[in-house]
């Protein structure tokens, strides 16, 4: 049971970080996504080029998990982003039957523009509060989204996408001793690379 003062709080806190998320997202990222590509990109497009700007390169499959849609609506999001100039497409090195997207120059310079007027519109929309202040609710914060994912029934098989949400880690992992499903993929993918390298120039 829940006390009475904290009955009240919570709805409260939940309420504020809702409000924060949708302003956040979609007035202040849309806005700036606007500015940057017009109506080219959509902010599922942007999630797309941000992922493929911390893996590098991902197959349709692997964005179809990270998006949470099927590879078919995948796949068209690929080929319009293909076809705007913001993505290249390749068969995968070790699997020619896995097609491989990456960033082009293009989508690298449209991101640089992007997290530029980011910064700069949140230093003003932050000017005023102490950094102190920040990261005190920052913790608070990444405390009770651990909590979340912890409670529940697979917490493990949970991943938030920390990378590219300006973090460096992943809190969550870090808060509740769990191993980043996706750098575990990142790190085997490495490891495949090597070792069909090692395989081309001496097998």
Known sequence: MLKGDQSNAIPQFIGSAHLFSSALTGVLQAGLLRQV??????????????????????????????????????????????????????????DRRAAHVSLTPRSRRLLADYEKRRRQKLAQVFRGHAPRELRKLARLLDQVTAAIVNHSAKPEKICLHCGIYFRGKCPVRDLGGHTCLYQQRAQMRSKQNARTRVHATFG
Not at 42 to 62: N, R
Not at 63 to 81: C, E, M, P, Q, Y
């Open 37 to 94: 590509a017009g109506s080219q990109l959509s902010f599922s497009h942007l999630k797309v080029l941000q992922l493929l700007a911390v893996a590098k390169t991902q197959t349709i499959g692997e964005l179809a998990s990270f998006l949470g849609i099927s590879s078919a609506a995948t796949s068209k999001i690929v080929d319009k982003l293909v076809q705007r100039g913001f993505l290249s497409r390749a068969v995968g090195a070790s």
